[in-house]
């Protein structure tokens, strides 16, 4: 009888190690690259790619993701494109949906953009870059999807806004690199609205899928949604 009950505690122990260590791995990422809806100055041929490694690396200091490293993620996408064009043998081809490693895909889409010179005194645009004026200020907003790879499905939504101005901001230690296209832009406030959207970004990914979306950090993401989206309504004519 102490035997069976010996090897039932045994059992019980084992299981509860397991979920435990399973439950604390790390949340698997692959970040694509990202998208522009907007007519900013400053994007151009491969800046989707400059911003997608800015937040791979973003995410990767953050010690709380294994992510994805873009190139295996462009090879291992390109390799599923070939097998699903026919061109490939069923039996050996990539399956859609079994990217190694990675739990979740990160799509980012800049839906809005803002640059302008305020507070008189005119000023010069070049290459998207305002010069002049008493105040040069961005906006920019990014629309935010995580997919869960296994089932194609989003998994979470939001959208990540973030403003500076000349004077300057306070967005926190960025980690990440800040060159290619965007390099002549990292002291502007083009670049800095750019730098706090990548670790506002960062931020939400590690209260989302680190700490869940039932957890205390998600109250000021659902605060920052509601004064979106009330600013949002206010700016809409609907007469």
């Known amino acids: 009888m102490r035997i069976k009950v010996f090897l039932l505690s045994l059992i019980l122990f084992s299981v509860t190690v397991f979920s435990e260590g399973f439950s604390q791995e790390k949340p698997r990422l692959g970040v694509l690259r990202f998208t ?18 800015m937040l791979i690396a973003e995410l990767a200091s953050t010690n709380s993701f294994r992510v994805l490293e873009r190139r295996e993620l462009d090879a291992v996408l390109g390799e599923q494109d070939l097998g699903a064009s026919g061109r490939i043998n069923p039996r050996t081809r990539s399956q859609l ?27 010069l645009s070049f290459s998207g870059i305002r010069l002049g004026g008493k105040q040069d200020k961005a906006y920019m907003a990014v629309d935010l999807k995580v997919i869960d790879v296994e089932t194609g499905e ?23 690199g800040f060159g290619g296209h965007l ?20 931020e939400y990914l590690e209260c989302s899928l680190v700490e869940g979306k039932n957890s205390g950090c998600m109250d000021e993401y659902v605060e920052k949604e509601r004064k979106r989206r009330e600013k949002t309504k206010g700016s809409i004519d609907l007469d």
């Open 36 to 53: 522009n809806n907007t007519y900013a100055g400053w994007w151009r041929g491969g800046v989707g790619r400059d911003l997608q490694d």
């Open 97 to 123: 949906g079994k990217i190694t490693g990675a739990q979740y895909l990160v799509a980012a889409t800049v839906s809005a953009f803002e640059h302008n010179t305020s507070g008189g005194g005119g000023g």
């Open 154 to 176: 989003i998994y979470d939504a939001r959208t990540v806004e973030a403003t500076s101005k000349s004077s300057g901001i306070n967005v926190g230690v960025y980690r990440g």
């Open 183 to 202: 390099n002549q832009y990292e002291k502007t406030p083009v670049g800095k609205a750019i730098r706090a959207c990548i670790m506002e970004i960062a």
